[in-house]
């Protein structure tokens, strides 16, 4: 799948979640349905976080120049970032509006709302799937964590209509009143996987930002340029990620006695094993120092 394709499932998500968003809106509203209402604003903030990972492809694109020899492609981490933060407010605000619904006394949902949550439910699924398998072959964490954002979505969908099926024929069914909340607790227990969410695509975002290194890959990439012939010791090494790869540092012992241009060879031939052999790293920078230890 190429970025152009990834942009593009990222658009059709952008217009689903804002069709779904006002069409859940209104039956909410029309339905009676407080659960259905908070779904929809959840689905809005879908729509939001489809903007922000559709600027961040659009800026992670751009090739390197003279101000950003390193590219742009942080600009995907900025976004997971931010959806994961709209996740985690999304979250939030469906667990205000639920306990005050919750304290002020309201009729059931009406029935026809639960045909509005099973749409719903299949044409989010069915986005994250196509989403999620972009974002895999591309290893974007931006266009990841939208799709996990389509599944969230559908999640809260889904217990939605669990509370308010309970909520509809609980009351009479059970005669048990009370039960009209069941769509209240039934969003509060979705927002807590939404906020889960949103911290799981937090979590590394922020780490990237603050130039974590990969403990795994730095380990893999040591081992391949103390391969190479000529490098005596591996003495530093630091990958860290940045947006779709990863940018290596390391400083390599070499024989004293090489002159420049044997060094400068020799580093060429480690940088080329290096990418060769890991193909997320797309930046190597090497610094040759001369191995003093005793024979």
Do not use: C
């Amino acid at each position: 799948m190429s970025i152009g394709q990834l942009k593009r499932n990222t658009l059709i998500g952008l217009v689903v979640s804002l069709l779904l968003a006002a069409g859940k809106f209104v039956a909410g509203v029309l339905g009676h349905s407080s659960a259905l209402i908070a779904d929809a604003v959840e689905s809005l903030a879908d729509t939001i976080g489809s903007i922000v990972v559709w600027q961040g492809f659009r800026v992670a694109s751009r090739e390197p120049d003279a101000d950003h020899p390193y590219g742009y492609g942080r600009a995907e981490t900025m976004a997971a970032l931010a959806v994961g933060t709209l996740l985690v407010v999304a979250a939030a605000y469906i667990v205000v509006r639920a306990f005050g619904e919750i304290l002020t006394p309201h009729a059931a949902p009406r029935a026809w709302t639960l045909l509005v949550l099973v749409g719903v439910i299949i044409t989010k699924e069915l986005l994250f799937r196509v989403v999620l398998r972009g974002a895999e072959e591309l290893r974007s964490d931006a266009a990841r964590a939208d799709a996990w954002h389509h599944r969230s979505d559908a999640i809260t969908s889904a217990a939605a209509l669990i509370g308010v099926s309970v909520a509809i024929w609980g009351p009479s069914q059970l005669d048990m009143p009370r039960l009209v909340l069941a769509d209240e607790v039934a969003a509060i227990l979705a927002s807590g996987v939404i906020l889960l969410t949103g911290v799981r695509f937090m979590r590394p975002a922020m780490r990237e930002l603050l130039d974590a290194t990969s403990a795994p890959l730095a380990t893999a990439v040591r081992a391949t340029a103390a391969s190479v012939d000529g490098v005596r010791l591996v003495e530093k090494l630091h990958a860290r990620k940045s947006g779709r790869g990863y940018l290596v540092d390391m400083h390599l012992h070499v024989d004293p006695m090489l002159d420049v241009r044997t060094a400068h060879a020799l580093s060429g031939r480690v940088k080329a094993a290096v990418k060769a052999a890991h193909r997320d790293v797309v930046h190597v920078l090497i610094h040759i120092e001369p191995d003093e230890s005793p024979p």
